[in-house]
Protein backbone atom coordinates (compact mmCIF):
# COMPACT_ATOMS: atom_id res chain seq x y z
CA UNK A 1 0.00 0.00 0.00
CA UNK A 2 1.12 3.50 -1.19
CA UNK A 3 0.16 6.20 1.62
CA UNK A 4 -0.19 9.90 0.45
CA UNK A 5 -0.80 12.09 4.07
CA UNK A 6 -3.06 14.93 3.61
CA UNK A 7 -1.27 18.33 5.39
CA UNK A 8 -2.13 17.64 8.72
CA UNK A 9 -0.61 14.58 8.89
CA UNK A 10 2.03 15.79 7.24
CA UNK A 11 2.36 18.63 10.41
CA UNK A 12 2.48 15.39 12.61
CA UNK A 13 5.12 13.73 10.46
CA UNK A 14 7.53 16.52 10.95
CA UNK A 15 7.05 16.26 14.93
CA UNK A 16 7.51 12.87 14.57
CA UNK A 17 10.39 13.56 12.51
CA UNK A 18 12.24 15.69 14.82
CA UNK A 19 12.31 13.66 17.75
CA UNK A 20 13.99 11.09 15.81
CA UNK A 21 16.69 12.79 15.15
CA UNK A 22 16.93 14.41 18.38
CA UNK A 23 17.02 10.97 20.22
CA UNK A 24 19.08 9.90 17.67
CA UNK A 25 21.92 12.99 18.22
CA UNK A 26 21.12 12.51 22.42
CA UNK A 27 22.54 8.91 22.00
CA UNK A 28 25.18 9.80 20.08
CA UNK A 29 26.22 12.72 22.46
CA UNK A 30 25.93 10.34 25.07
CA UNK A 31 28.01 7.42 23.68
CA UNK A 32 31.28 7.18 24.35
CA UNK A 33 34.32 4.53 25.23
CA UNK A 34 32.96 2.15 27.78
CA UNK A 35 29.38 2.71 26.62
CA UNK A 36 26.99 -0.48 26.69
CA UNK A 37 24.36 -1.39 24.05
CA UNK A 38 21.84 -2.06 26.29
CA UNK A 39 22.66 1.78 27.93
CA UNK A 40 21.65 2.58 24.78
CA UNK A 41 18.61 0.93 24.16
CA UNK A 42 17.53 1.85 27.92
CA UNK A 43 18.07 5.87 27.15
CA UNK A 44 16.05 5.11 23.78
CA UNK A 45 13.21 3.55 25.67
CA UNK A 46 13.43 6.71 28.39
CA UNK A 47 13.22 9.02 25.59
CA UNK A 48 10.24 7.86 23.46
CA UNK A 49 8.21 7.30 26.91
CA UNK A 50 8.58 10.93 27.42
CA UNK A 51 8.03 12.02 24.16
CA UNK A 52 4.36 10.08 24.65
CA UNK A 53 5.59 8.37 21.56
CA UNK A 54 5.39 4.83 20.52
CA UNK A 55 8.40 2.18 19.62
CA UNK A 56 8.09 1.17 16.06
CA UNK A 57 10.21 -1.82 17.25
CA UNK A 58 9.10 -3.71 20.40
CA UNK A 59 6.70 -5.44 18.51
CA UNK A 60 8.11 -5.69 15.33
CA UNK A 61 8.33 -9.04 14.58
CA UNK A 62 8.30 -9.56 10.34
CA UNK A 63 9.25 -13.13 8.90
CA UNK A 64 13.09 -12.63 8.12
CA UNK A 65 13.28 -11.98 12.49
CA UNK A 66 13.01 -14.08 15.37
CA UNK A 67 10.11 -13.11 17.27
CA UNK A 68 8.90 -9.58 18.44
CA UNK A 69 12.34 -7.62 18.83
CA UNK A 70 11.60 -6.22 21.98
CA UNK A 71 14.00 -3.36 22.19
CA UNK A 72 13.50 0.36 20.98
CA UNK A 73 17.01 0.74 18.86
CA UNK A 74 18.74 -1.35 16.23
CA UNK A 75 22.88 -0.55 17.54
CA UNK A 76 24.74 -2.10 14.93
CA UNK A 77 28.46 -2.63 15.95
CA UNK A 78 31.79 -2.94 12.90
CA UNK A 79 30.41 -5.65 10.77
CA UNK A 80 26.94 -5.76 12.13
CA UNK A 81 24.90 -3.28 9.89
CA UNK A 82 21.14 -4.00 9.50
CA UNK A 83 18.68 -4.62 12.48
CA UNK A 84 21.36 -5.11 15.37
CA UNK A 85 19.98 -6.42 18.30
CA UNK A 86 20.96 -4.36 21.53
CA UNK A 87 23.45 -6.84 24.09
CA UNK A 88 25.59 -6.52 26.24
CA UNK A 89 28.54 -5.22 24.60
CA UNK A 90 30.74 -2.65 25.86
CA UNK A 91 31.76 0.17 23.10
CA UNK A 92 35.54 0.45 22.40
CA UNK A 93 38.08 2.91 20.66
CA UNK A 94 37.25 2.81 17.25
CA UNK A 95 34.42 0.27 16.84
CA UNK A 96 31.83 1.99 13.96
CA UNK A 97 28.12 2.42 15.66
CA UNK A 98 25.39 2.47 13.53
CA UNK A 99 21.84 3.42 15.27
CA UNK A 100 18.21 3.12 13.64
CA UNK A 101 15.29 4.41 15.00
CA UNK A 102 12.19 4.18 14.07
CA UNK A 103 9.15 5.80 16.29
CA UNK A 104 5.50 6.57 15.91
CA UNK A 105 3.97 9.63 17.49
CA UNK A 106 0.36 10.59 17.31
CA UNK A 107 0.01 8.15 14.48
CA UNK A 108 2.29 8.63 11.66
CA UNK A 109 5.90 7.46 12.02
CA UNK A 110 9.83 8.51 11.06
CA UNK A 111 12.71 6.39 11.02
CA UNK A 112 16.29 7.53 10.43
CA UNK A 113 19.64 6.14 11.21
CA UNK A 114 23.54 7.12 11.81
CA UNK A 115 27.20 5.58 11.68
CA UNK A 116 29.61 7.60 13.63
CA UNK A 117 33.05 6.12 15.21
CA UNK A 118 32.99 5.74 19.16
CA UNK A 119 36.31 7.33 21.16
CA UNK A 120 39.56 9.03 19.47
CA UNK A 121 40.67 6.98 16.75
CA UNK A 122 39.43 7.16 13.05
CA UNK A 123 39.86 4.15 11.33
CA UNK A 124 40.27 5.42 7.31
CA UNK A 125 37.91 2.90 5.97
CA UNK A 126 35.59 3.56 8.25
CA UNK A 127 35.74 7.18 7.94
CA UNK A 128 35.41 6.30 4.14
CA UNK A 129 32.49 4.17 4.57
CA UNK A 130 30.22 6.34 6.61
CA UNK A 131 30.96 9.27 4.58
CA UNK A 132 29.64 7.21 1.56
CA UNK A 133 26.67 6.39 2.92
CA UNK A 134 25.87 9.89 3.66
CA UNK A 135 27.05 11.17 0.51
CA UNK A 136 24.48 8.74 -1.28
CA UNK A 137 21.99 9.82 1.13
CA UNK A 138 22.46 13.32 0.10
CA UNK A 139 22.40 12.34 -3.38
CA UNK A 140 18.96 9.86 -2.78
CA UNK A 141 17.18 12.79 -1.37
CA UNK A 142 18.40 15.44 -4.52
CA UNK A 143 16.92 13.20 -6.67
CA UNK A 144 13.54 13.20 -5.12
CA UNK A 145 10.46 15.33 -5.70
CA UNK A 146 7.53 15.20 -7.67
CA UNK A 147 7.38 13.77 -11.03
CA UNK A 148 10.52 12.01 -10.28
CA UNK A 149 10.16 8.07 -9.99
CA UNK A 150 11.88 5.93 -7.22
CA UNK A 151 14.51 4.77 -10.09
CA UNK A 152 16.08 8.02 -9.92
CA UNK A 153 16.69 7.98 -6.39
CA UNK A 154 17.95 4.18 -6.67
CA UNK A 155 20.14 5.62 -9.53
CA UNK A 156 21.52 8.50 -7.38
CA UNK A 157 21.94 6.40 -4.70
CA UNK A 158 23.81 3.50 -5.99
CA UNK A 159 25.93 6.24 -8.53
CA UNK A 160 27.61 7.63 -5.40
CA UNK A 161 28.07 4.06 -3.64
CA UNK A 162 29.16 2.85 -6.76
CA UNK A 163 31.76 5.63 -7.69
CA UNK A 164 33.03 5.12 -3.78
CA UNK A 165 34.09 1.30 -4.89
CA UNK A 166 31.13 -0.71 -2.86
CA UNK A 167 28.97 -3.16 -4.30
CA UNK A 168 25.67 -3.01 -3.41
CA UNK A 169 23.17 -5.54 -1.50
CA UNK A 170 19.70 -5.23 -2.91
CA UNK A 171 18.20 -7.76 -0.29
CA UNK A 172 17.66 -4.22 1.90
CA UNK A 173 16.90 -0.96 0.82
CA UNK A 174 14.27 2.27 1.55
CA UNK A 175 10.99 2.22 1.58
CA UNK A 176 7.24 4.18 2.31
CA UNK A 177 6.61 5.23 5.58
CA UNK A 178 3.43 6.83 7.41
CA UNK A 179 1.17 5.35 9.36
CA UNK A 180 3.52 2.21 9.84
CA UNK A 181 7.53 2.46 9.73
CA UNK A 182 7.27 0.11 6.66
CA UNK A 183 5.41 0.32 3.10
CA UNK A 184 5.54 0.81 -0.69
CA UNK A 185 7.04 1.73 -2.65
CA UNK A 186 10.46 -0.21 -2.11
CA UNK A 187 13.57 2.23 -3.05
CA UNK A 188 16.55 0.15 -3.69
CA UNK A 189 19.78 1.51 -3.25
CA UNK A 190 20.87 0.73 -7.07
CA UNK A 191 18.53 1.00 -9.87
CA UNK A 192 17.86 2.49 -13.20
CA UNK A 193 16.10 6.24 -13.45
CA UNK A 194 13.31 6.89 -15.13
CA UNK A 195 11.62 3.41 -14.07
CA UNK A 196 9.77 2.41 -10.52
CA UNK A 197 6.53 4.10 -8.77
CA UNK A 198 6.21 8.44 -9.99
CA UNK A 199 6.29 10.38 -6.61
CA UNK A 200 3.83 13.26 -5.97
CA UNK A 201 3.58 15.48 -3.09
CA UNK A 202 2.79 14.17 0.43
CA UNK A 203 4.53 10.83 0.08
CA UNK A 204 6.48 10.19 2.64
CA UNK A 205 9.73 7.96 1.73
CA UNK A 206 12.64 6.54 4.17
CA UNK A 207 15.87 6.46 2.18
CA UNK A 208 18.76 4.20 3.35
CA UNK A 209 21.91 3.75 1.84
CA UNK A 210 23.93 1.52 3.85
CA UNK A 211 27.26 -0.69 2.69
CA UNK A 212 29.66 -3.11 3.19
CA UNK A 213 33.53 -2.75 2.70
CA UNK A 214 34.18 -5.65 0.65
CA UNK A 215 31.27 -7.83 0.27
CA UNK A 216 27.50 -7.41 -0.69
CA UNK A 217 26.87 -10.36 0.91
CA UNK A 218 24.80 -10.42 4.50
CA UNK A 219 24.79 -13.35 7.26
CA UNK A 220 22.23 -13.48 10.06
CA UNK A 221 23.80 -13.44 13.50
CA UNK A 222 23.05 -16.32 15.81
CA UNK A 223 20.38 -13.86 17.76
CA UNK A 224 18.68 -14.03 14.94
CA UNK A 225 17.92 -10.66 14.03
CA UNK A 226 21.54 -8.81 13.51
CA UNK A 227 22.74 -8.79 9.90
CA UNK A 228 26.40 -8.35 9.71
CA UNK A 229 28.97 -8.21 6.95
CA UNK A 230 29.80 -11.86 5.48
CA UNK A 231 33.40 -11.50 5.48
CA UNK A 232 33.56 -9.37 8.94
CA UNK A 233 34.41 -5.78 7.01
CA UNK A 234 33.43 -3.36 8.82
CA UNK A 235 29.89 -1.48 7.40
CA UNK A 236 27.81 1.83 7.58
CA UNK A 237 24.08 3.09 7.48
CA UNK A 238 22.54 6.60 6.55
CA UNK A 239 18.91 7.34 6.90
CA UNK A 240 16.07 10.15 6.65
CA UNK A 241 12.73 9.99 6.36
CA UNK A 242 11.47 12.96 3.28
CA UNK A 243 8.21 14.03 2.41
CA UNK A 244 7.53 14.56 -1.03
CA UNK A 245 6.63 18.55 -1.37
CA UNK A 246 5.35 20.58 -4.38
CA UNK A 247 8.61 21.67 -5.36
CA UNK A 248 11.32 19.59 -4.11
CA UNK A 249 11.62 17.06 -0.77
CA UNK A 250 11.67 17.87 2.66
CA UNK A 251 14.02 15.81 5.21
CA UNK A 252 12.03 15.34 8.63
CA UNK A 253 14.44 13.69 10.13
CA UNK A 254 17.02 17.00 10.44
CA UNK A 255 19.06 17.24 13.55
CA UNK A 256 18.02 20.14 15.44
CA UNK A 257 21.12 22.28 14.78
CA UNK A 258 20.61 21.73 11.03
CA UNK A 259 16.91 22.18 10.56
CA UNK A 260 16.14 25.51 8.84
MG1 LIG B 1 15.61 2.67 9.82
MG1 LIG C 1 14.01 2.28 7.18
Redesign the pocket.
Same mark, same amino acid.
Given at each position: MIEILNPSELARAKDTGALVADILQTLRSRTSVGTNLLDIDRWTKEMIVEAGAESCYVDYAPSFGRGPFGHYI?TAVNDAVLHGLPHDYTLADGDLLSL /?? +?VSLEGVAA /?? +?ISFIVGESKPPESVALINATERALRAGIAAAGPGARTGDISHAIGSVLREAGYSINTEFGGHGIGSTMHQDPHVSNTGRPGRGYKLRPGLML?L?PWVMADTAELVTDADGWTLRSATGCRTAHS?HTIAITDDGAEILTLPSHARP
Open positions: C /DL +A /DS +AAEE
